[in-house]
């Protein structure tokens, strides 16, 4: 790998695909007869609460019952390996980047396994339901809301991404269609600051072309062979 030291990392759905966590975007796909579009936005929570809220509870149980693959094994494998700066940036609010071992993790569209309450804005650790409407541990009121981006809102930790993208020497981008904003939009800045940039995912994405180099195929082949060959260089 030559002079690369710092590394930052984009995964999105396509590394969580394998192991049974399906988006409910590809396929048109519907939930109850909905759109996720439409239960998956701020407007939904006001005009509906019940409905986001059971949508939301039902996806926290299901990755409950999911396991990590070999890709976040081996991503896991290459954070505690790596003496360089590494950031895995992840579009997907499952924990299966942390069930592998992974530490530096930053969750850009948030997680599942926390909730959020409106009226003192403390997450907490969450892996129950929330449409009984639960008062929050810390101020006891019944305002808990997933800790998930919802489309129309701003994704976390921006400022903390483009820093380490500035930082970097590589980029690499791992099972994300290309079509999300802005997460679509880093391999342009990375390019633009001189950054090496790597796609790979299972067919070449939206934005495949602004990639040095794309390798494509399912992740838990690709990313560990790409982890092999980093820590072996
Ligand atoms: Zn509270």
Redesign the pocket.
């Known amino acids: 790998m030559g002079n690369i030291r710092n590394i930052v990392i984009l995964t999105g759905a396509g590394i969580s695909a394998e192991s049974g966590i399906d988006t409910f975007r590809g396929g048109g796909g519907l939930w109850e007869q909905h759109k996720v579009e439409d239960v998956a936005t701020p407007e939904a929570f006001a005009r509906d609460p019940d409905l986001v809220l059971r949508f939301y509870d039902m996806r926290r149980e299901a990755i409950q019952t999911k396991e990590p693959n070999p890709a976040h094994e081996a991503l896991a494998q290459l954070d505690s390996g790596w003496k360089g700066e590494l950031l895995i940036v992840t579009q997907n609010v499952d924990d299966l980047h942390e069930r592998a071992g992974a530490k530096r993790v930053l969750h850009m569209h948030g997680t599942h396994l926390n909730a959020w309450?409106t009226?003192?804005d403390?997450r907490t650790p969450w892996r129950d339901t929330l449409v009984e409407r639960p008062p929050?541990p810390?101020?006891g009121?019944r305002?808990l809301r997933p800790d998930v981006v919802w489309f129309g809102e701003m994704p976390y930790e921006m400022e903390r991404i483009y820093g380490a993208l500035r930082e970097a020497d590589l980029f690499v981008s791992i099972g994300t269609s290309g079509a999300v904003y802005p997460a679509a939009g880093f391999v342009r800045e990375a390019r633009a600051m001189g950054v090496r940039t790597l796609e790979l995912n299972l067919e070449p994405s939206q934005g495949t072309a602004w990639f040095d180099d794309a390798r494509h195929g399912q992740a838990s082949k690709l990313v560990p062979q790409w982890v092999d060959e980093v820590l072996s260089s």
Do not use: H, K, P
Request: hydrophobic share 35%; charged share 20%.
């Open positions: 309450c009226a003192c403390v929050c810390e101020c009121e305002a």
